[in-house]
C-alpha cells in the first residue's frame, strides 16, 4: 500500500513539473503550435485506431460495390451521405482510405527517422568524441552523401535493394525497404549536429574529471555526453519526420515506395491524379490536403520546439 502511494506522489510531482515548466507555459501561450498539436493528434488517433475509426474498411472487397465508384463528396449534387468525402475508382471511401493511408506514411516516417538517429547519433558521436581518423572518415562519407539530393539517394538505394531481392519478397518488404533507403538518405544531417555538440561536451570538465578516474570512453558516451546534446537532436527529428513523410510520398507518388495495393497518402494522390482532368478531383485533392495538413503541423510543431529550447531566446 506504501508503495503505491508512494508511486501515486511521484506520478503527481512529475505531472505538476510538467505543467509548472517553462517549456509547457510557451506551449499554451502559442496559439499556432497548440492548434498544430491539435491536429497532429487528430492524424495520430484516426491513424492509429483507423480499423475501429474509419466508416469503411477499404481492403474489404466484399464491402465495395462498383456502382458506388466515383462518387462525388456529400455535399456536392451526386453524393451520398455515407461517403462524406466521396469514393475513389473502386469505389472505397475516401476518409477511410486517407485514415488508413495516414497510418502507412506515419509508420514509415517514423521508423525512417529513428533509423536515421540510431545511425546518424552513434556515427556523430563516435567521430566528435573519438576523433582522429575515423572522425575524417565519417564526415567525409557525409560530406558526399550531403553534395547529392536526398530522395536521389533514396531512389538509388530502393532501387538497388529491391533488385537484390528475390521477386516473391518484394512486395512483402517493400516497407521496409523504404524505410532503409528514407534512413539511410538523411543520417548525416544528424551526423554533423551531433558531432558538433559532441565536440562542445567532450571538452568540458565533467568529461575530464570522468576520463581522470577511469571511466571507459563508451560510458563517458553513453552516460554523459549523449543526454546532453538530444536537445538539438530531438528538434530535427520532429523536423525530419515531417521530411520522411514527404519522401515516402514522394517515392510512393513515382511509383517506388509501398505497394500499389498499400494505402499511404503517396500512393492516394498517385491514383486520383489519373483521373484529376476527368472530374473527380476529389480523389486526389482530399489526401494532398492531408499530406499538407500533417506536414505543416509537423513542422509547426517542430519550430516551436527548437525555439522553446533555445536557452537565448527565452
Not at 461517403?83 to 473502386?90: A, C, K, S, Y
Not at 505497394?259 to 492516394?268: A, D, E, R, V
Request: with cysteine.
Amino acid at each position: 500500500m506504501a508503495e503505491k502511494q508512494a508511486g501515486l506522489q511521484r506520478s503527481s510531482d512529475l505531472w505538476f513539473r510538467i505543467l509548472d515548466s517553462d517549456l509547457f507555459y510557451s506551449f499554451t501561450r502559442n496559439p499556432i503550435v497548440v492548434a498544430s498539436a491539435i491536429v497532429t493528434l487528430l492524424f495520430f488517433i484516426g491513424a492509429g485506431f483507423a480499423p475501429w475509426l474509419a466508416p469503411h474498411n477499404p481492403f474489404d472487397a466484399s464491402s465495395l460495390d462498383l456502382m458506388e465508384a466515383s462518387t462525388p463528396p456529400a455535399w456536392l449534387e451526386d453524393g451520398m451521405s455515407k461517403f462524406l468525402l466521396g469514393t475513389d475508382d473502386q469505389g472505397r471511401d475516401i476518409l477511410s482510405t486517407i485514415m488508413f493511408g495516414s497510418r502507412v506514411s506515419l509508420i514509415v516516417g517514423f521508423s525512417a527517422v529513428l533509423f536515421s538517429v540510431v545511425v546518424g547519433v552513434s556515427a556523430g558521436l563516435l567521430a566528435g568524441y573519438l576523433g582522429g581518423w575515423l572522425d575524417t572518415v565519417i564526415m567525409r562519407m557525409a560530406d558526399v552523401q550531403l553534395a547529392i539530393p536526398a530522395i536521389l539517394i533514396a531512389l538509388m538505394i530502393n532501387g538497388v535493394v529491391a533488385i537484390m531481392l528475390p521477386q516473391h519478397l518484394q512486395h512483402k518488404m517493400a516497407i521496409y525497404v523504404l524505410i532503409l533507403a528514407i534512413g539511410i538518405s538523411d543520417w548525416p544531417r544528424y551526423a554533423r549536429v551531433t558531432r558538433g555538440s559532441a565536440l562542445v561536451e567532450r571538452s568540458k570538465e565533467y568529461v575530464a574529471a570522468a576520463q581522470v578516474i577511469g571511466v571507459h570512453p563508451l560510458l563517458i558516451i553513453l552516460r554523459h555526453v549523449l543526454p546532453n546534446i538530444m536537445g538539438p537532436v530531438l528538434v530535427m527529428a520532429t523536423i525530419g519526420l515531417a521530411l520522411a513523410i514527404i519522401t515516402e510520398a514522394t517515392l510512393s507518388f513515382l511509383g517506388v515506395g509501398v505497394p500499389p495495393t498499400t494505402p499511404s497518402l503517396g500512393t492516394l494522390i498517385r491514383v486520383g491524379n489519373n483521373y484529376l482532368f476527368s472530374g473527380e478531383w476529389w480523389i486526389t485533392l482530399f489526401p494532398c490536403v492531408a499530406l499538407v495538413l500533417l506536414v505543416l503541423a509537423v513542422n509547426l510543431m517542430g519550430d516551436w520546439l527548437r525555439d522553446a529550447l533555445n536557452p537565448k531566446l527565452r
